[in-house]
């Protein structure tokens, strides 16, 4: 009987992907901590700013383009198809119903892990799911002795989708933080170019 596969899971609104994003889900796939790593696709969030925060289907286009020729990372957009708001358990359980042969595991940053026991059934997600907790700037890792969690000594990658958003906005060539055929796509489409 085959061994089950790992899969990571690191959730966003990707709004835009950018390299930062398939860095960190490199890092997880080739030192070990996954098989694989899913970008999942947060659907859009009503209290955002729709200036701000492109459609679902302009997002996992994006993520799509990313995706495409990266082994071992992947898309899922399984999140737009389920009730909303979605929460991370309901997406963990619905994603183990669906592929019963496979191991989730949850990838965040150490700024959500710092506010993790407000998560909705956080216990849970670390029982039946394990989480895997990345450094981000300003946020040491604390309470590092948890069950279910693990620290992944990943570089730190101070890039972020609001920096890409606002070069591009100032009309700045972001063409190296973003990858191939995404920042294509963003001009192409005129994207994040309101100044509002």
Known sequence: MALEETIG?????????????LMLAQYVREWGYADKVWLTLSPQNPLKS?????????RLHMLNRATKDIKGIETCDIELSMPR????INTLDTLSKRYPSKKFKLIIGSDNWAVFEKWKEWQRILDEYSVLVYPR????????NVDGMEVIEAPIIDIS???????????????????AGVYKYIIDNKLYQNKS
């Open 9 to 21: 899971i690191l959730g966003g609104s990707f709004n835009p992907v950018h390299i930062g994003h």
């Open 85 to 88: 708001p979605s929460f991370t």
């Open 50 to 58: 729709s200036a701000s925060l492109m459609p679902d289907m302009k």
């Open 137 to 144: 700037l300003g946020y040491p890792i604390e309470n590092q």
């Open 161 to 179: 989708s609001t920096f890409v958003r606002q070069a591009v906005t100032q009309g700045r060539d972001v063409s190296f933080f973003l990858p």
